[in-house]
């Protein structure tokens, strides 16, 4: 089955203590993607990559880190975590050429709490 | 700044009845248009897109309509059945997702969400 698959689905953590969320896809998508969920302001994007070592910032970069060495996993790095990052965590990914009729695919998420 | 703006957090039509949802954008060089539907402990779906050169993109039971000089787009959903009921993002990019070759990569592949409408489909 074609899927963006993120763990973990739920974290509870402390301040400052370094965390990955990881994000695997099976589709060969050349386009991954990592996304912020807050109420009220809708999806924001953290980071992309259009291909393997190729990264670049979105909206809201602070306080994240990823790498893409290899084209399924885009892991999501939170060196030194703050309460501020307790949010809904989303992983997408695309085609480069599959244009704009079918959108990103997204995994089911990943729910952080910083304490 | 929202560039982005679905202005009614939740809807409730009743089964059977046409179902519509706005969005609002205010950047002019947004040139296409995505919906997503969202239901609860699920990633967002992708639901249908419209690109600028066209005011109607109709698919099913789902039809969006762009009318860019009032930078505002809307889902129309005809019947609305329950299990249309979610949360539904509209989000827009200023450049195709793709990049076409030999182009800056730039931002090309990003997308601006807005903040969601919450629809409830009744019986």
């Known amino acids: 089955e074609a899927q963006v698959t993120q763990n973990p689905r739920y974290l509870i953590t402390v301040t400052g203590k370094k965390l990955t969320v990881t994000c695997s896809q099976n589709?060969?998508?050349?386009?991954m993607s990592w996304y912020r969920q807050d109420p009220g302001l809708g999806l924001r994007q953290i980071y992309y990559s259009m291909n393997v070592e190729v990264t670049d910032k979105g909206d809201v970069p602070e306080g994240y880190k990823v790498s893409r060495k290899e084209k399924r996993n885009f892991p999501l790095i939170l060196e030194s975590p703050s309460p501020n990052q307790t949010s809904l965590y989303f992983c997408a990914s695309s085609f480069l050429e599959q244009g704009l009729s079918n959108g990103y695919t997204f995994g089911s998420g990943t729910r952080l709490t910083v304490v | 700044d929202q560039q982005v703006k679905q202005n009614s957090p939740s809807l409730s039509v009743q089964e059977g009845r046409i179902s519509i949802l706005n969005c609002d954008y205010t950047n002019s060089m947004f040139d296409y248009f995505l919906w997503y539907k969202k239901y609860p402990a699920e990633g967002p779906t992708f639901l249908i897109s419209i690109s600028s050169i066209k005011d109607k993109n109709e698919d099913g039971r789902f039809t969006v309509f762009l009318n860019k000089s009032a930078k505002h787009l809307s889902l129309h959903i005809v019947p609305s059945q329950p299990g249309d009921s979610a949360v539904y993002f509209c989000?827009?990019?200023?450049?195709?997702?793709?990049?076409?070759?030999?182009?800056?990569?730039?931002?090309?592949?990003?997308?601006?969400f807005g903040t969601g409408t919450r629809l409830q489909v009744t019986l």
């Open positions: 589709m060969n998508h050349e386009y």
């Open positions: 989000a827009a990019s200023a450049r195709p997702l793709i990049s076409p070759p030999g182009t800056s990569t730039g931002t090309a592949s990003k997308l601006t």
